[in-house]
């Protein structure tokens, strides 16, 4: 007797696993067994099923022939790997909706080709609205629509997590609006109640504004490279944090601004931290346009950008917001000159430098290092043999052997952790404005009669005429003679 009830129990627990999960046998788009489209309802009539899964043999695109249902409740979509599986929204068709309450967790798809989405009518790819989403190791890739993504009111989620966004051009691709908000700032996500979170994501090569967000966002550990639009259009209210993120040869003519209700009413100014706008632990290098347009004289007092790397990127930031300290800047350099007379280097800073972190310490010659171009002269020494001062410009010594012919270079360059600005903020090996072409004035009368004044005219031709090119050395030799 006891061995039939273990072996009944035994059969009804394989029951219970077996009827757990839903498994999708077909990439075809209908109400027929074992589609995606039948694989959601059952899940939403059947408690028992908390995942669906997708058969080992299957691979290939499902091309949407209608909206997918809503998912009523919470379950798991587990997808085989975003190279076996895609779901295409064949660029009419609405994928994920969630009605209130329910947690949908998707990881290893595919989500291509949405339809079009507008600010009544958002979020064509996934949908939260008092709900969750907690999306994994997914593609977003080929879309051309905006609105995408959206969270809307007050306990709704989207979270994703090591995916990649890449080659989509739709804008206001991820987007969020109302929900409670709090007049303070926390470091707290659960004190937040409408948000979306980013983590360890890549977006490459995409066109259009990505994040176009009324509510709490933040974006940690990501990668943005190649990316021809804005990043991010923070507006409404609630807290922003980019951090710890990788900022790599995006084009935009602006990649974050502000327009928050901080802006145009005042809201929050009384309570808000000063870090509300938050820009932390970044490495922004080699993008176009300017990086962090901070917004009004408001919005400034509520952002802090701290511990960023800038490097060759068109503008670091505007304004002066409350707090920007200890960033490497590559911007300390407004002109680097040649001074052909003394045989010197000019450098014009744009704001009070030092040598130390303190706002203190005058520079010294060690604090900086040459990088020389060119075939004729020698440089004798990588560190400038002399330094003086006048307000913010320098003066350094430049020990060169030999002639110089006007078409070298000297690059000026700051030695790492060396110079810093009364901020804390450190000048960056690498700055902008920092090379200068080895010119020199001259004065030769041919016998045409014309005068040379630099050494972009080098040589007299057989008619007494001055050509054009380079050779004259900065002792007036005049190099070829026809």
Same mark, same amino acid.
């Given at each position: 007797?006891k061995k039939?009830i273990?072996?009944?129990s ?5 029951l219970s696993?077996a009827?757990?999960? !839903?498994?999708v046998t077909?990439l ?8 995606l489209r039948t ?5 939403? =009539?059947d408690?028992?099923i ?8 299957l691979? %290939?695109?499902?091309t949407?022939?209608?909206?997918l249902?809503? #998912?009523?409740s919470?379950y798991?979509i ?6 076996i599986?895609?779901i295409?929204?064949?660029?009419k068709?609405?994928m994920f909706?969630l009605d209130?309450?329910?947690?949908l967790?998707?990881?290893g +798809?595919t +989500? ?5 989405g ?5 979020g064509?790819?996934l949908y939260?609205?008092? =709900?969750?989403v907690?999306a ?6 080929g879309?051309t629509? %905006?609105y995408?993504?959206?969270?809307? =009111? ?11 966004f890449t080659?989509?051009?739709?804008n206001r691709?991820?987007t ?9 700032t ?5 004190d937040?109640?409408n948000?979306?979170? #980013?983590?360890?994501?890549?977006f490459s090569?995409? =066109?259009g504004?990505?994040?176009?967000v009324?509510?709490y966002?933040k974006?940690d550990?990501c990668?943005f490279d190649?990316?021809?639009?804005l990043?991010g259009?923070?507006?409404?209210v609630?807290?922003f944090q ?7 040869n995006n ?19 009384e309570? +808000? ?5 938050l ?6 290098t080699d993008?176009?346009g300017?990086v962090?347009?901070t ?9 802090t950008i701290?511990?960023? #790397?800038?490097?060759?990127n068109?503008?670091? !930031?505007?304004?002066?917001p409350i707090?920007h300290?200890?960033?490497?800047l590559?911007n300390?350099?407004d002109s680097? +000159?040649?001074?052909s007379?003394?045989s010197k280097?000019?450098v014009?800073m744009?704001r ?11 520079l010294q010659?060690?604090?900086f290092?040459?990088?020389f ?8 020494? #990588?560190?400038?043999s ?5 307000g913010n410009i320098y003066?350094?010594g430049?020990d060169l052997?030999?002639?110089? !012919?006007?078409?070298e270079?000297?690059s000026?360059?700051p030695?790492?952790n ?8 450190i000048?960056?090996?690498?700055q902008?404005?920092n090379?200068?072409?080895?010119n020199?004035n001259?004065?030769?009368l041919s016998s045409a009669?014309?005068?040379a004044v630099d050494?972009?005219?080098p040589?007299?031709?057989?008619n %007494?005429?001055?050509?054009?090119g380079? %050779?004259l050395?900065?002792?007036?030799k005049i190099i070829t003679?026809?």
């Open positions: 007797m039939i273990i072996i009944i035994l059969f009804f627990t394989l696993v009827q757990s999960t !839903y498994t077909s075809i788009d209908n109400n027929s067994v074992g589609t694989a959601i309802n059952t899940a939403n =009539s408690s028992a908390n995942e669906i899964v997708f058969s080992a043999e691979i %290939g695109k499902i949407l022939t209608s909206n249902p809503n #998912v009523k919470s798991t587990s997808g085989p790997g975003t190279s599986i895609s295409s929204g064949n660029s068709y609405k909706t209130p309450s329910a947690v967790t998707i990881t +798809l +989500l291509t080709e949405n339809s079009k507008t600010s009544t009518n958002p064509t790819i939260a609205f008092e =709900s969750s907690l994994s190791n997914i593609s977003i890739t879309n629509q %905006g995408a993504f959206y969270a809307g =009111s007050d306990n709704s989620l989207i979270s994703f997590t090591n995916s990649t080659n989509n051009s739709g691709f991820i969020s609006d109302f929900g409670s908000t709090p007049d303070t926390s470091d707290n996500d659960a937040y109640t948000k979306i979170i #980013v983590t360890g994501c890549t090569n995409n =066109s504004m990505i994040f176009f009324e509510r966002v974006l550990h990668i190649n990316n021809s639009g990043i259009n923070f507006r409404g609630n807290r980019v951090l710890n993120s990788t900022f790599t084009t935009g003519a602006t990649l974050f601004s502000f327009s928050s209700w901080i802006s145009n009413d005042g809201w929050g100014m309570t +808000l931290g000063n870090n509300h706008h820009f932390d632990g970044n490495l922004f993008n176009s300017i962090i347009n917004g009004s004289v408001n919005d400034q007092s509520k952002t701290i511990n960023n #790397v800038f490097s060759n068109g503008i670091e !930031y505007t304004g002066s707090i300290t200890n960033n490497t590559g300390f350099f680097v +000159l040649f001074n007379s003394d280097i000019t014009t744009n009070a430098v030092f040598n130390t972190n303190t706002g203190s310490g005058e010659a060690s604090d290092r040459f990088l171009k060119g075939n004729n002269a020698t440089l004798q020494s #990588v560190t400038p002399s330094i003086s001062s006048d003066t350094l430049l052997s030999g002639d110089i !012919y006007g078409t270079t000297i000026l360059y030695i790492i060396s110079i810093y600005d009364i901020n804390r903020n000048g960056g090996a690498v902008k404005n090379t200068t072409l080895l020199f001259i004065s030769i009669g014309e005068s050494n972009t005219n040589y007299v031709d057989e %007494g005429k001055i050509g054009s380079s %050779g050395t900065k002792y007036g003679i026809p």
